[in-house]
């Protein structure tokens, strides 16, 4: 049984809201809840845009916001706040994700991470050069970056369709696969897709990150200490003309990655507080604690937070905000692409033909090409259980791009024509490398065993 699950079954009968909101809460706790949800807003925001209401549409994204005072306020549409604001959180959670990675997880060796940023690596360059080869010297050559990012969320989400039959390698390895790819796309952007800039503004958005690692170093622990210094950073970096991308990724790295006690120390001192809590006891129904007892479920309280690492904390409760309310508000506000004419036609326009061979062919070639060269090199092995034809579908679904597709896209044209040729092209990559990498993979793993 689900431990969380296990943690929220009242103990009397429960009340009127438990019965509401459970089917939320098993929704949410399902593993395509999240690729479910981004691929909704991602249909509504095509059906709003051609349907007769389109207009309205336009005219919510277009609806100017100012946050701040005098001078120090910052006014932008609701498609800016959306795409530079809320996505700061996205790419700061990458970049919690990216950290954690690095240092306990499937980055944190040599040999774990060679196979995996190779592919990589591969998945970015090959798609690079197919768009480039179909856009050379037109008026879309600036949109080389679209086709170089996989969208984490959905081909997680379409290998999951699959259950236990997918072998865990295969799902480490397209996680850390996508981890190294955010890293390069983040790099992508801050280097050729950042305009002009402020570089007073900039200055003191460093001083302010380098305010935040010193606040760490200093054993600093208050996620909402990191959290304003965060907002500030952010502003300046998008004051100074480098993308708020840039700010989420650094400010992930200020986040203290360590525990304040070791493990011992933290066993011991919750067995002293639980021998604590017997000999006070608590109210046998729901009455409020007296003094004492509260003073022990405090202290309780207390040793588990020094037994949690700030960078785990903040990313568990940012993990659900970012699933359940910022990626698919930026797939309403992203995919919404008005197709005047044929979907054959605008899917035949150079930078959409660019953006599907890139994905949808490049992204695969790409991956598995520079997977199979590593092995072959010996600069790395494949992983556990996990042979060539599963780890070719696998670099099919790497050609889901989707949200960080659709992010460079919006970067790369500013000119709305272009941008909707654009996102024809990443929605129609998407889809085909999803349904293509699903179907080969099923095919691959028939018959096969669930773990």
Not at 76 to 93: E, Q, R, T
Not at 133 to 141: A, I, K, Q, R, Y
Not at 285 to 296: C, I
Not at 299 to 325: K, N, S
Request: charged residues 10%.
């Amino acid at each position: 049984m689900d431990p969380q699950a296990r943690c929220e079954r009242p103990t009397v009968d429960p009340q009127p809201i438990d019965r509401l909101i459970q089917p939320l809460h098993i929704f949410a706790r399902h593993k395509l809840a999240g690729a479910v949800l981004l691929m909704l807003a991602a249909v509504a925001a095509v059906v709003w845009a051609n349907s007769p209401y389109g207009y309205s549409y336009a005219q919510m994204l277009h609806v100017e916001g100012t946050i701040g005072i005098g001078s120090f306020a910052l006014t932008k549409s609701l498609s800016h706040w959306i795409n530079d604001g809320l996505m700061g959180i996205f790419f700061f959670l990458v970049g919690l994700e990216i950290k954690r990675e690095v240092i306990a997880g499937e980055l944190s060796s040599l040999r774990k991470a060679t196979l995996p940023a190779m592919a990589a690596v591969g998945g970015m360059v090959v798609p690079a050069l197919f768009y480039a080869l179909v856009n050379s010297g037109g008026p879309g050559s600036g949109g080389w970056g679209i086709p170089m990012a996989t969208d984490i969320a959905f081909a997680l989400g379409v290998l999951a369709l699959l259950g236990d039959r997918v072998p865990i390698g295969l799902k480490v390895f397209l996680t850390a696969l996508a981890i190294v790819d955010d890293i390069g796309a983040v790099l992508v952007i801050a280097v050729f897709y950042t305009d002009t800039i402020a570089l007073s503004s900039l200055v003191v958005g460093v001083v302010l990150l380098a305010g935040a690692i010193i606040a760490n170093r200093a054993g600093m622990r208050s996620s909402l200490a990191y959290f304003f210094l965060g907002t500030f950073v952010w502003l300046a970096f998008v004051k100074s003309g480098v993308h708020a991308t840039v700010a989420g990724i650094l400010m992930a790295f200020a986040i203290p990655a360590r525990t304040r006690v070791g493990g011992s120390h933290f066993v011991a001192g919750m067995d002293t507080h639980l021998r604590r809590l017997r000999r006070v006891g608590l109210p046998p129904d729901q009455q409020l604690n007296s003094n004492e007892q509260q003073h022990v479920i405090d202290d309780m309280a207390m040793c588990i937070e020094r037994g949690t690492a700030p960078l785990q904390r903040i990313e568990h409760a940012l993990a659900p905000i970012v699933t359940f309310f910022v990626l698919p508000l930026f797939a309403l506000a992203n995919a919404g692409v008005s197709v005047g004419g044929s979907l054959l036609e605008a899917a035949g326009q150079p930078v959409a033909l660019g953006v599907i061979v890139g994905l949808f062919v490049g992204k695969p070639v790409g991956i598995f090409l520079f997977a199979w060269g590593a092995v072959k090199l010996h600069l790395a092995d494949l992983p556990s259980g996990v042979s060539w034809r599963p780890l070719l579908a696998v670099a099919m679904l790497g050609g889901i791009g989707f949200t960080m597709s659709l992010f460079v896209s919006g970067l790369a044209f500013p000119d709305p024509a272009m941008l909707d040729t654009a996102k024809v092209g990443v929605l129609t990559a998407s889809v085909l490398s999803g349904v293509c990498g699903l179907f080969f993979l099923w095919r691959t793993l028939r018959g096969q065993p669930a773990d």
